[in-house]
C-alpha cells in the first residue's frame, strides 16, 4: 500500500482496483509514521559513537604485508610480516617466525620467533624461541631461551625498575 498525501487535483490516481482513500485516512496515516529529528538522529550518533568499545583482543600485520610506522597502543600485537618502527604496546608483543621488526620494542610480554632488528626494553617477560633471532640489547625482569635461537647484543634480567634505580643512583661512570 503506498501512503501519499493528497494535494488538491495534482495528486496521483489510486492503482486502478485500489479505492481512493480519503483525505482524513491519509492524513492519519501520515500523523502515524515515526520520524526522528534532525537533532534525534544526531543524538542518537553521538550516543552510538560514545559508547565504549572493548579493545580488540590481538592485533595481527600478515605475512605478506610490509608497513614502516610506530605502534603504540594498548592490547596485543602480533607481527606475522615486515615492519619498520617502533612498537610500544600495553599487552603482549610477537613477531613470528619468518616475520622480521626493524625498531624499538616495549611491552610487557616480548616472544621472539623470527628477527628483531633493535632493542627490547622494560619487557616483564621475554622468550626467544628456537627460531628467534635478535640483535640488540635485552632488558626484562625474566628472559627465557630456546636451544637454537641467536642473539648479538647486551642482555640484562633479573632486575625491577626499583633495583635498577638504585644501581645507578649509587654508580660512578663505567664502560660496559
Known amino acids: ?43 542518537a550518533e553521538a550516543a552510538r559513537r560514545a559508547a565504549p568499545r572493548s579493545p580488540p583482543s590481538e592485533s595481527v600485520i600478515a605475512a605478506e604485508l610490509s608497513i614502516e610506522g610506530k605502534i603504540v597502543g594498548s592490547g596485543d ?5 615486515r615492519f619498520k618502527g617502533d612498537v610500544q604496546v600495553d599487552g603482549n608483543f610477537r613477531i613470528e617466525s619468518g616475520a622480521r621488526l626493524e625498531g624499538q620494542v616495549r611491552a610487557s610480554v616480548v616472544t ?15 622468550d626467544v624461541l628456537s627460531t628467534g633471532v635478535i640483535v640488540g640489547d635485552v632488558k626484562a ?23 635498577m634505580a638504585l644501581e645507578l643512583k649509587g654508580s660512578t661512570t663505567r664502560t660496559l
Open 1 to 43: 500500500m503506498a501512503l501519499w498525501k493528497e494535494t488538491g487535483s495534482s495528486s496521483p490516481p489510486p492503482p486502478s482496483g485500489t479505492p481512493a482513500p480519503s483525505p482524513s485516512t491519509v492524513t492519519e496515516l501520515h500523523s502515524k509514521t515515526p520520524e526522528r529529528s534532525v537533532a534525534e538522529a544526531s543524538a
Open 77 to 81: 600485537v602480533r607481527i606475522a610480516g
Open 112 to 126: 621472539v620467533g623470527g628477527e628483531l632488528q633493535g632493542n627490547i626494553d622494560a619487557a616483564k617477560q621475554v
Open 141 to 163: 625482569a625474566s628472559i627465557t631461551v630456546a636451544a637454537g635461537s641467536r642473539m648479538r647484543g647486551h642482555v640484562e634480567f633479573g632486575w625491577d625498575k626499583k633495583d
